[in-house]
Structure formats: structure tokens, C-alpha cells
């Protein structure tokens, strides 16, 4: 159908209005909230307090840093207080870039 060329009555209008009123709302953001909370457990992403060789959580893009560099932090995909010094399956390592950027930011915090 062309509805550009058809005129519509005020009360074909007033339908469409009262079928909006209607319908109920969503908050997107609760959904987005509710989605972002979900991590998983430790058990499931094998996470472990020791380093698997060079790759630790330190080095992980997923990692939130605690207070200080030896301070336990969060994790975006595991559940929990993580160690810097820890791993699990998720270990997403931080490109060269990412590494340098964030290295001169500790510098110019001295």
C-alpha cells in the first residue's frame, strides 16, 4: 500500500494514537544492565590464582585494576575478586598499543 498519497480521517488518527497508548513501554537500559551482569563463575572459566606462563590477568583487556598494581581487581567476564596474577579460558591478551598507552599513563601518574 502507498500511504504517502492517502489522506487519513481524525478518527483513523485517534485509533492509531489509542493502539500506541496501548502498547506497553521497555526499558532498554534495565535489559542492558541485566545483561552486563551476568558473568561467569570461576569454576566455569577454570580461573586459577597463578599466571599461565606469560598471560595473567594483569595483561588480560578483560581486567579491572584494583587500588594498586598488586591489588586484587574485577573482571568484565568472571565473577568475583580477581587477582592480577591470576588466569582463566577468557585470557584476552592486550594488544601492543593498549600495553604501551596504558604504560605511559603509569608513568605520567608518577
Not at 43 to 67: L, W
Not at 95 to 110: I, K
Request: with cysteine.
Amino acid at each position: 500500500m502507498n500511504y504517502l498519497g492517502k489522506k487519513f480521517s481524525r478518527r483513523q488518527i485517534i485509533k492509531f494514537m489509542a493502539l500506541g497508548a496501548t502498547v506497553p513501554s521497555v526499558n532498554v537500559n534495565s535489559l542492558i544492565g541485566q545483561a552486563q551482569a551476568a558473568k561467569a563463575a570461576k569454576e566455569v572459566t577454570k580461573y586459577r590464582d597463578e599466571p599461565n606462563g606469560e598471560e595473567q590477568c594483569s595483561k588480560c583487556i578483560q581486567f579491572i585494576p584494583g587500588k594498586t598494581p598488586e591489588a586484587n581487581g574485577e573482571c568484565r567476564v568472571v565473577e568475583g575478586s580477581i587477582s592480577p596474577h591470576g588466569w582463566c579460558s577468557a585470557y584476552a591478551g592486550k594488544s601492543a598499543a593498549s600495553q604501551y598507552e596504558s604504560g605511559v599513563t603509569f608513568l605520567n601518574r608518577q
